[in-house]
């Protein structure tokens, strides 16, 4: 009983996750278009309470909560699904914290890259999320 309490929040979290994953380069997408002060700041006070307050937290929880779910089931490990999970999780984290090391180049006024560019990152994310989804489910390993 105690496993599906772990994985129904283990679920709650990554939708968490990703949905801040998503948003947050869709941020950048306007942030990267905007020139007035006004919008400049409300798009960094916006990025920055999404990345701490949401995503930052999601990440952690979707991580404790998924070790724990390895721990309950060690044999796991062994399966090459996961093993192909885990590099796409790695992946993620990665990712999470390049959209945080672009929140203080917005904040610094250092912004180099343009809307399309942003657009094309938002992408990303969509992509790994629906190879994990296949991963977990189809567990073709």
């Given amino acids: 009983m105690l496993y599906l309490w772990i994985k129904a929040f283990h679920i709650v979290a990554v ?3 990703f949905a ?3 948003y947050l380069p869709r941020l950048f997408v306007y942030h990267a278009g905007s020139s007035d002060a006004a919008s400049l700041a409300r798009f960094c006070l916006m990025e920055r309470r999404l990345y701490r307050g949401i995503m930052l937290p999601s990440m952690l929880a979707t991580l404790i909560l998924g070790l724990w779910l390895l721990h309950l089931n060690p044999l796991w490990l062994k399966m090459g699904w996961l093993h192909a ?3 796409l999780v790695v992946v993620l984290i990665g990712y999470h914290h390049i959209c945080g090391a672009q929140i203080k180049r917005f904040a610094r006024g250092e912004n180099r890259r343009s809307e ?4 094309w990152f938002n992408e990303l994310p969509v992509v790994v999320l629906l190879a994990i989804v296949i991963l977990v489910v189809v567990k073709p390993f």
């Fill in 85 to 87: 999970k885990l590099l």
């Fill in 116 to 119: 399309r560019f942003f657009r």
């Fill in 15 to 17: 939708v968490c996750w």
């Fill in 20 to 22: 801040g994953l998503f």
